[in-house]
Protein backbone atom coordinates (compact mmCIF):
# COMPACT_ATOMS: atom_id res chain seq x y z
CA UNK A 1 0.00 0.00 0.00
CA UNK A 2 1.44 3.17 -1.17
CA UNK A 3 1.78 5.91 1.98
CA UNK A 4 -0.66 8.85 1.76
CA UNK A 5 2.28 11.55 2.55
CA UNK A 6 5.68 11.10 0.41
CA UNK A 7 8.01 8.71 2.48
CA UNK A 8 11.71 10.12 2.83
CA UNK A 9 14.87 7.64 4.06
CA UNK A 10 17.13 9.97 5.96
CA UNK A 11 20.75 8.91 7.34
CA UNK A 12 21.55 10.28 10.76
CA UNK A 13 25.49 10.42 10.92
CA UNK A 14 26.88 12.89 8.70
CA UNK A 15 23.24 14.02 7.15
CA UNK A 16 21.22 15.05 9.89
CA UNK A 17 24.16 15.24 12.02
CA UNK A 18 27.18 17.47 11.09
CA UNK A 19 30.28 15.55 9.46
CA UNK A 20 32.42 16.81 11.91
CA UNK A 21 30.70 16.29 14.64
CA UNK A 22 32.69 13.46 16.02
CA UNK A 23 36.01 14.97 15.11
CA UNK A 24 36.81 16.30 18.35
CA UNK A 25 36.62 12.73 20.17
CA UNK A 26 38.93 11.28 17.66
CA UNK A 27 41.67 14.45 17.67
CA UNK A 28 41.47 14.42 21.74
CA UNK A 29 41.80 10.50 21.70
CA UNK A 30 44.44 10.55 19.62
CA UNK A 31 46.11 14.00 19.86
CA UNK A 32 45.59 15.30 17.06
CA UNK A 33 43.82 17.95 14.61
CA UNK A 34 42.32 16.22 11.71
CA UNK A 35 39.52 18.38 9.87
CA UNK A 36 36.71 17.50 7.55
CA UNK A 37 38.87 18.03 4.63
CA UNK A 38 41.48 15.41 5.92
CA UNK A 39 39.23 12.72 5.62
CA UNK A 40 38.90 12.01 1.87
CA UNK A 41 37.51 8.83 2.29
CA UNK A 42 34.03 7.44 3.72
CA UNK A 43 37.02 5.74 6.93
CA UNK A 44 38.13 8.34 9.13
CA UNK A 45 41.70 6.46 9.24
CA UNK A 46 42.24 8.16 5.68
CA UNK A 47 42.24 11.63 7.56
CA UNK A 48 44.80 10.33 10.48
CA UNK A 49 48.61 11.90 9.79
CA UNK A 50 49.98 8.69 11.10
CA UNK A 51 49.10 4.74 10.81
CA UNK A 52 46.66 3.71 12.93
CA UNK A 53 45.93 0.18 14.14
CA UNK A 54 42.20 -0.14 12.58
CA UNK A 55 41.32 -2.99 15.15
CA UNK A 56 42.65 -1.06 17.76
CA UNK A 57 40.49 1.86 16.40
CA UNK A 58 37.60 0.10 15.93
CA UNK A 59 37.27 -1.20 19.42
CA UNK A 60 38.20 2.72 21.13
CA UNK A 61 35.24 3.98 18.53
CA UNK A 62 32.54 1.29 19.47
CA UNK A 63 33.31 1.82 23.35
CA UNK A 64 32.40 5.33 23.09
CA UNK A 65 29.94 5.44 20.56
CA UNK A 66 27.45 6.08 22.93
CA UNK A 67 29.14 9.18 24.05
CA UNK A 68 30.10 10.59 20.66
CA UNK A 69 26.57 10.02 19.69
CA UNK A 70 24.82 11.35 21.99
CA UNK A 71 27.08 14.29 22.28
CA UNK A 72 26.26 14.57 18.15
CA UNK A 73 25.94 18.33 17.07
CA UNK A 74 22.93 19.39 14.37
CA UNK A 75 24.00 19.73 10.47
CA UNK A 76 22.96 23.04 10.25
CA UNK A 77 19.29 23.77 9.14
CA UNK A 78 18.94 20.38 9.50
CA UNK A 79 16.37 20.86 12.59
CA UNK A 80 14.70 23.63 10.70
CA UNK A 81 13.86 21.46 7.22
CA UNK A 82 12.91 18.81 9.00
CA UNK A 83 10.37 20.55 11.11
CA UNK A 84 9.06 22.03 7.77
CA UNK A 85 8.57 18.69 6.15
CA UNK A 86 7.26 16.30 9.36
CA UNK A 87 3.42 17.94 8.48
CA UNK A 88 3.86 17.15 4.58
CA UNK A 89 6.13 13.99 4.37
CA UNK A 90 6.87 10.86 6.57
CA UNK A 91 10.37 11.16 7.67
CA UNK A 92 12.03 7.21 8.07
CA UNK A 93 15.55 7.42 9.28
CA UNK A 94 17.82 4.48 8.17
CA UNK A 95 20.81 4.23 9.90
CA UNK A 96 24.15 1.90 9.96
CA UNK A 97 23.85 2.99 13.93
CA UNK A 98 23.60 -0.60 15.64
CA UNK A 99 20.63 -1.12 17.76
CA UNK A 100 23.10 -0.97 21.04
CA UNK A 101 22.46 2.93 20.91
CA UNK A 102 18.82 2.92 19.56
CA UNK A 103 17.86 4.59 23.57
CA UNK A 104 20.45 6.84 23.17
CA UNK A 105 19.74 8.20 19.34
CA UNK A 106 15.61 8.13 20.83
CA UNK A 107 16.84 10.37 23.31
CA UNK A 108 18.55 12.58 21.20
CA UNK A 109 16.10 12.93 18.48
CA UNK A 110 13.74 14.33 21.90
CA UNK A 111 16.55 16.70 23.16
CA UNK A 112 16.82 18.07 19.95
CA UNK A 113 12.87 18.07 18.79
CA UNK A 114 13.94 16.30 15.62
CA UNK A 115 10.64 14.95 13.84
CA UNK A 116 10.71 11.42 13.00
CA UNK A 117 8.08 8.79 12.24
CA UNK A 118 10.22 5.73 12.38
CA UNK A 119 13.94 5.14 13.44
CA UNK A 120 15.53 1.99 12.16
CA UNK A 121 19.03 1.30 13.41
CA UNK A 122 20.20 -1.79 11.43
CA UNK A 123 24.47 -2.21 12.84
CA UNK A 124 25.47 -2.66 8.74
CA UNK A 125 25.65 0.46 5.50
CA UNK A 126 23.47 -1.95 3.40
CA UNK A 127 20.10 0.18 3.61
CA UNK A 128 18.66 -1.36 0.44
CA UNK A 129 16.40 -3.88 1.97
CA UNK A 130 15.23 -1.18 4.70
CA UNK A 131 14.42 1.71 2.43
CA UNK A 132 12.49 -0.91 0.27
CA UNK A 133 10.80 -2.57 2.79
CA UNK A 134 9.88 0.74 4.25
CA UNK A 135 8.69 2.11 0.50
CA UNK A 136 11.03 4.91 0.65
CA UNK A 137 10.63 7.45 -2.62
CA UNK A 138 13.52 9.38 -1.65
CA UNK A 139 16.50 9.00 0.23
CA UNK A 140 19.04 11.22 2.18
CA UNK A 141 22.82 10.31 2.64
CA UNK A 142 25.95 11.57 3.00
CA UNK A 143 27.94 7.93 2.19
CA UNK A 144 28.56 7.63 -1.59
CA UNK A 145 28.70 3.93 -2.09
CA UNK A 146 24.96 3.77 -0.14
CA UNK A 147 23.67 6.67 -2.44
CA UNK A 148 24.55 5.02 -5.88
CA UNK A 149 23.49 1.93 -4.93
CA UNK A 150 20.41 2.87 -3.27
CA UNK A 151 20.04 5.41 -6.54
CA UNK A 152 20.84 2.55 -8.70
CA UNK A 153 19.08 -0.24 -7.16
CA UNK A 154 15.67 0.94 -6.32
CA UNK A 155 15.81 3.73 -8.67
CA UNK A 156 14.59 6.18 -6.75
CA UNK A 157 16.46 10.22 -6.12
CA UNK A 158 18.74 9.88 -3.19
CA UNK A 159 20.13 13.14 -1.98
CA UNK A 160 23.85 13.47 -1.59
CA UNK A 161 25.20 15.69 1.24
CA UNK A 162 28.75 16.37 -0.68
CA UNK A 163 31.71 16.14 1.87
CA UNK A 164 35.35 15.58 1.08
CA UNK A 165 35.20 11.71 1.37
CA UNK A 166 32.01 11.71 -1.42
CA UNK A 167 33.53 13.12 -4.60
CA UNK A 168 33.45 10.24 -6.93
CA UNK A 169 30.80 10.01 -10.18
CA UNK A 170 27.00 9.71 -9.27
CA UNK A 171 24.21 8.79 -11.64
CA UNK A 172 21.83 11.49 -12.42
CA UNK A 173 19.30 10.22 -9.58
CA UNK A 174 22.06 11.31 -7.36
CA UNK A 175 21.41 15.12 -6.54
CA UNK A 176 24.30 16.64 -4.82
CA UNK A 177 23.34 19.56 -1.95
CA UNK A 178 25.77 21.37 0.16
CA UNK A 179 23.29 21.92 2.65
CA UNK A 180 19.97 21.35 4.41
CA UNK A 181 18.43 24.44 2.22
CA UNK A 182 19.51 23.18 -0.95
CA UNK A 183 17.97 19.75 -0.07
CA UNK A 184 14.64 21.51 0.98
CA UNK A 185 14.72 23.37 -3.00
CA UNK A 186 15.29 20.24 -4.07
CA UNK A 187 12.58 18.62 -2.35
CA UNK A 188 9.68 21.84 -2.71
CA UNK A 189 10.37 20.99 -7.04
CA UNK A 190 9.66 17.22 -7.39
CA UNK A 191 7.74 16.52 -4.67
Not at 37 to 56: C, H, I, K, M, Q
Not at 139 to 156: P, T
Not at 171 to 178: A, D, L, M, S
Amino acid sequence: MTPLKHRFGIDIDGTVTCPSTLLPHINKQYNINMTLADVTEYDFLSGFPYPVNRDEFQAWFKKNEPLMYEASELAENALQILQLWQPKYELYYISARGTNVLDITQNWFHAFDVPYDHIELIGSHDKISMAKKHQVEAFFEDKHDNAVEIAEQLNIPVILFNTPYNQRSVPTNVIRVNNWLEANQWISKNF
